[in-house]
C-alpha cells in the first residue's frame, strides 16, 4: 500500500504513540485525520500538519463514523487507519478491601478492545468499497495492543485482558477481511515514553529503560510509527501481532 497520496486515519492521535504516526503518515504524504476525544491537542496538533482533525470517543459509534467518512474523503478514499487510543487500570483481582472493582474493568474493556473493534469494523466497511491499488489492497488496519497481552503484570488484569483481546481479533480479523483485500496487524509495544510514564519522576523512568534488554531505554514513539509506516508498505505483512519491545519480558512486578 503506497502511503503518499492515501487518506489515514489516526484514532487516539493527539498525543503519544497516535501523534508519532500522525507525523510519520503526513511526512510521507499520506492525507491524515486525527481523531480524538482531546480536542485542544487534537486541533493544534492538526494545524501544526495541516491535517484534519474530528473529535471522536472510541466508545462512541456515531463519532467514530463522523470521522471514517472525514478520511474517506481523500481522493482516493480511506486506505489506511492506525487505532492508539487506550486508557489503563492498576488494580490488583482481590485486594484487602474486597475484589476488583468491576466498573473500571468494564471501562478498560470498553476503550482498549471494544473501541479498537469499533474502530476496525467502521474503517474495513468504509475501505471494502475503495477501488483495489495497483497491488490489488483496498486498505490496511494497524491495531495497538501492549506486551502486557503476553506478560500481564501484578494489578494488570484489566489492561491484560483489553490488550489479550486485541491480539485475539488480529487474525480472524485478517482472514474475515481477506475477501475484501484489507490487511490487519497488531503492534505490542513495550515501554515507550508516553504522557502516561511521563508523569512518573525521572529516577522509575530511568529504571524502566534500564529494565529492557537492548536498546536500555524507553522505546520512542517515533520507532512505532516508523513500524506502523513499514507495515502499510509491506504487503505480505498481514494477521500478526509484531511486539515492539527491546526483547523485554516483564516481571511480575
Known sequence: MQIEGAGALVVGGASGLGEA??????RRGAEVVIADRDEERGRA??????????????????????????AALAPGGLRIAVQCA???WAER??????PHQLAPFEAVIGVNLIGTFNTLRLAAACMAENEPDAGGERGVIVNTASIAAYDGQIGQIAYAASKGGVVGMTLPAARD??????RVMT??????????LAALPEAARTALGASVPHPARLGLPAEYAALAAHIVENAMLNGEVIRLDGALRMAPR
Do not use: K
Open 21 to 26: 504516526t500522525a507525523r510519520e503518515l503526513v
Open 45 to 70: 496538533l492538526a494545524n501544526e500538519l495541516a491535517a484534519s482533525f474530528v473529535v471522536a470517543d472510541v466508545t462512541a459509534p456515531e463519532q467514530l463514523e463522523a470521522a471514517v467518512s472525514a
Open 86 to 88: 487506550g486508557i489503563g
Open 93 to 98: 483481582t482481590l485486594t484487602s478491601r474486597g
Open 177 to 182: 477481511l481477506s475477501r475484501s483485500a484489507v
Open 187 to 196: 503492534i505490542a509495544p513495550g515501554l515507550f515514553d508516553t504522557p502516561l
